[in-house]
């Protein structure tokens, strides 16, 4: 039986907000506006996820997904110097693929799992999970399909959660809410309907504070407590 790591976010904070940080063998969903700080909590965790677990990390490698093209290395090197590791050294940890359509996205999957029956990873980042979809499945007749291409993409997520015990941490985009009406005061949310609200174990609102201070909201998670917690967006990372 596999016991779930959990994998500190930087921030003191946002990990006891998570009770512990992020979780291996189920899918942790951020969602939020743009600059919300989705794409600097995957960077940190592509270092925090290499620290040893007496130092709540996971003492494994990293494999990173992008399909925005979002993702900047030379910002691993201060995130990577402020938990005192070797920045070259966590780097070569960090399997790295841009994804262009959906059906790349699902494939580099199945060449990820091969991978991860060979080496020790930990993490597994999709940022963002949606982005493509959106794109390649664009018409309103299409709907129903995106839907179910969606679903096969997150139960192979979940699968490489459970079989690896690896964390899984999707993003995902807000978008309006046509239901909500005008009395209804933030018309927002996640995109991906009830197929990514079922395929997400942990999902996590994330919106702009005061400057570089963002707030994580608890959206939905079984076994958490409802509640925010503040955080910063700084040159090392997420922080306190
Ligand atoms: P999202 O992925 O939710 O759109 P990001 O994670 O890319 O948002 O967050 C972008 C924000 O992170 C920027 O607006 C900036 O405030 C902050 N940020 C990015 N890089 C740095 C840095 N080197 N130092 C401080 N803050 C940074
Ligand atoms: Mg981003």
Redesign the pocket.
Known sequence: RKSVVRITTGSQALDELLGGGIETLCITEAF?E????????AHTLCVSTQLPIHMHGGNGKVAYIDTEG?FRPE?IVPIAERFGMDANAVLDNIIYARAYTYEHQYNLLLGLAAKMAEEPFKLLIVDSVIALFRVDFSGRGELAERQQKLAQMLSRLTKIAEEFNVAVYI?NQVIADPGGGMFITDPKKPAGGHVLAHAATIRLM?RKGKG?QRVCKIFDAPNLPEGEAVFQ???GGIMD
Do not use: A, H, P, W
Not at 34 to 41: A, D, E, P, V
């Open positions: 939020g743009f600059r919300s700080g989705k794409t600097q909590l979002t910002r993003t994330l570089e967006v700084t040159s």
